[in-house]
C-alpha cells in the first residue's frame, strides 16, 4: 500500500530497519518554501524514526492522519511506514521536491 502526499510518498512495510533512532516529533517532512510541515495530526498515535536508510513511521493508534495546509489528510492504520521525499530530475541534477 502506497500513499503520496503533496511531495511525500508514504509505503507499508512489514517492519522497521533494526538501526534506528526515535525522533523527538512526528514531522515527515518541513515545507522549505510556505514553512508548513507533513505531520501527524495525533500526538502519541505515532513514532518516527531516523534509519540509515531513511525515515520510517510506526502508528501504534489509529488514526493517525497526516495533514499539511495544502492537501486532504490521509488516514494511516496501526502498522510500519517507510517515508521518502519525491524526486524529480533535470539534466543537471536529481533534485528532491520542495513544497
Known amino acids: 500500500m502506497q500513499y503520496r502526499h503533496g511531495d511525500v510518498m508514504i509505503e507499508k512495510v512489514q517492519s522497521l530497519?533494526?538501526?534506528k533512532r526515535k525522533a523527538r516529533h512526528t514531522i515527515l517532512?518541513?515545507?522549505e518554501i510556505t514553512g508548513h510541515s507533513h505531520?501527524?495530526?495525533e500526538q502519541g498515535h505515532a513514532s518516527l524514526y531516523e534509519t540509515p536508510s531513511g525515515f520510517y513511521l510506526?502508528?501504534?493508534k489509529e488514526p493517525a492522519t497526516v495533514v499539511h495546509?495544502?492537501?486532504d489528510?490521509?488516514?494511516l492504520g496501526k502498522g510500519y511506514y517507510r517515508i521518502w521525499r519525491q524526486r524529480e530530475?533535470?539534466?543537471e541534477e536529481i533534485r528532491v521536491i520542495r513544497d
Open 58 to 60: 510506526h502508528v501504534t
Open 39 to 41: 505531520r501527524i495530526q
Open 69 to 71: 495546509e495544502e492537501h
Open 29 to 31: 517532512a518541513h515545507g
Open 89 to 91: 530530475y533535470s539534466p
Open 17 to 19: 530497519p533494526s538501526r
Open 73 to 75: 489528510p490521509i488516514a
